[in-house]
């Protein structure tokens, strides 16, 4: 199993998938393992009564320390339809807003028997501090840290993705807008390179792309026209403005001008390309209205399926596998 950057305490030492912090370090067998329960957790969606016992007397716990609307919910229709029981705390509602340390907001849910901890944090590196101080039988998931990685989002994406285009060694990717801070679009070079895209390209403004991009495999581009030729599936980012110091886009008019994603850009790109974003999105700031609310849009589908994706990450950290798939009596 590839390990790379990834600090081993993603696994059990019998090298089982314990907490899902990063994309790095995992390998394409589990990304698809984790893929393909997701299908079958699809029609659980679908169904009249929405919900399995594959978690039933478990303890989730959502501890967000960063707004959000999509992650937040869609693991708690997650955990729900598993049949745990689901907690919801916010930093506003938290003890530490007076002060509390996060390890001890942890170990004072630990001591309620929380088995997993869903975790938040406008800070790199939160997911990784909880689970090196959790006992092992408590499971962490990582939903979007600082600007380091949101697992959780890519793995809906390549989920999506592979959903509505099929195989990633024949597909050209586009990642647009703001790399430089996007915890988004790390996680998504991973999973594409992993997965055995064919091409990944990022496009941005010179201000909004990392150093050394691309030794994380991708190719830059500064010219959205340029980048978007051939491409199959256009990946949009938010401008994430509250993580800017200083002034790394000229106006917002002129971004959306030179990386804004409109119809006619969408037609350099190849003739059934897809369009996707993972939210919240900036209308007329990197995406139009007519591209967003388009037939080529995926960005709903998306929300949708992250549902199920989170259903299947949850189950397999904190299983049985997945083989009672029947409502609950
Ligand atoms: N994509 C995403 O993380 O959205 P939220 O901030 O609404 O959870």
Known sequence: ???????????????????????????????????????SFISIGQRHIRKVP????????????????????????????????????????MSTS???????????????????????????????LIARHVPAHVHIINAGDGRHAHPTQAMLDMFTIRQHKGAFDQLRFAIVGDILHSRV?????????????????VIGPQTLLPTEIERLGVTAFTNM???????DVIMMLRLQLERMEGQLIPSSQEYFRLYGLTSERVARAAPDAVVMHPGPMN?????ASSVADGERSLILPQVTNGIAVRMSIMAKLMGPQPQNLEPEP
């Not at 390990?3 to 059990?12: H, K, L």
């Not at 026209?225 to 491409?231: N, P």
């Open 1 to 39: 199993m590839s390990r790379n950057s990834t600090p081993d305490i993603q696994f059990d030492t019998d090298g089982q998938l314990r907490h899902l912090l990063t994309i790095d370090g995992l390998n394409a067998e589990t990304i698809i393992e984790i893929l393909d329960t997701a299908e």
């Open 54 to 93: 594959l978690l039933h007397g478990r303890t989730v716990v959502n501890l967000f320390f960063e707004p959000s609307t999509r992650t937040r919910t869609t693991f708690e229709i997650a955990a729900k339809r598993l049949s745990a029981d689901v907690i919801n705390l916010n930093a506003s509602r």
């Open 98 to 128: 007076k002060g509390e340390s996060v390890l001890d907001t942890v170990r004072t849910l630990e001591a309620m028997h929380t088995d997993m901890f869903v975790v938040r944090d406008g800070s790199s590196g939160t997911a990784h």
């Open 185 to 201: 679009a790390r996680s998504q070079i991973h999973a594409l390179n992993i997965l055995g895209a064919r091409e990944v390209r």
């Open 225 to 231: 026209d340029d980048g978007l030729s051939d491409i």
């Open 283 to 287: 209308r007329g700031l990197e995406i």
